[in-house]
């Protein structure tokens, strides 16, 4: 079973920032806090993931809060091809667990 | 850099027909992966290769799947036979495997399968 909680949908104004919460409160130490998504029709693609500290790749942000029971996708600046299901795990690399994701919608 | 590749796309076939789907990872991954994906689902794990090794299969439906990646590349998935229930969305990822505390996961595009 998915580690981790999330919104089943948000909707995001276009150019605004869109941030996506996650609750992962049984996190072990080693694990980490990965964000994938998938646009319709493709496979899940890899945004960003982090251990304890917040990291900024060119895609977006991830925070996690200090207890790492949380973090926080932002996409600073969303545009409709942002549009997709986003998917928030906790893990190893060769044990992910999808749960149903957050469907975001960018609207114009 | 070519991605995961996988084939055929789409694949319609009738209820108890055999099926098979092909997947050619990222060249030096050593770690491959097979899900499947229902509709409106995230993707679950069926079996995970270290090299040619199957070494998670837990989740295999073992009496009508079946899977190998001979000589540690290549990867096939085989259903026989199918059922009207295995209309999904089978995907393939591969991974490095040099790395797994900070290593990530690659995805092909998925093939389609419809069962009649």
């Known amino acids: 079973d998915a580690k981790t909680t999330q919104p089943p949908s948000m909707d995001c104004a276009e150019g605004r920032a869109a941030n996506l919460p996650c609750n992962h409160s049984t996190i072990s130490g080693n694990e980490y806090v990965y964000w994938y998504r998938q646009i319709h029709s493709q496979g899940p693609q890899y945004i960003i993931h982090?251990?304890?500290n917040n990291e900024t790749n060119e895609m977006a942000s991830l925070i996690i809060t200090e207890d790492r029971k949380s973090s926080t996708l932002i996409l600073p600046h969303a545009t409709l091809r942002d549009t997709a299901v986003y998917y928030c795990?906790?893990?190893?690399?060769?044990?992910?667990?999808f749960g149903a994701g957050t469907r975001l919608t960018v609207k114009p | 850099e070519a991605g995961v590749v996988q084939s055929p796309r789409y694949k319609i076939i009738e209820k108890k027909q055999p099926v098979a789907f092909w997947c050619n990872p990222i060249?030096?991954?050593?770690?491959l992966y097979w899900y499947l994906q229902n509709l409106g689902q995230g993707p679950e794990l069926l079996i995970r290769?270290?090299?040619?090794?199957?070494?998670?299969d837990s989740q295999l439906p073992k009496d009508r799947f079946s899977a190998e990646r001979l000589k540690g590349v290549d990867s096939t998935l085989k259903i026989q036979p199918a059922e009207l229930g295995d209309s999904a969305v089978y995907l393939c990822?591969?991974?490095?495997?040099?790395?797994?505390?900070?290593?990530?996961?690659?995805f092909g595009p998925g093939t389609r399968l419809t069962v009649l």
């Open positions: 060249s030096g991954h050593n770690t």
């Open positions: 290769y270290e090299n040619e090794e199957a070494v998670d």
């Open positions: 795990i906790v893990a190893l690399v060769n044990d992910m667990r």
């Open positions: 982090g251990l304890k």
């Open positions: 990822a591969s991974s490095l495997g040099t790395a797994p505390f900070t290593d990530t996961q690659y």
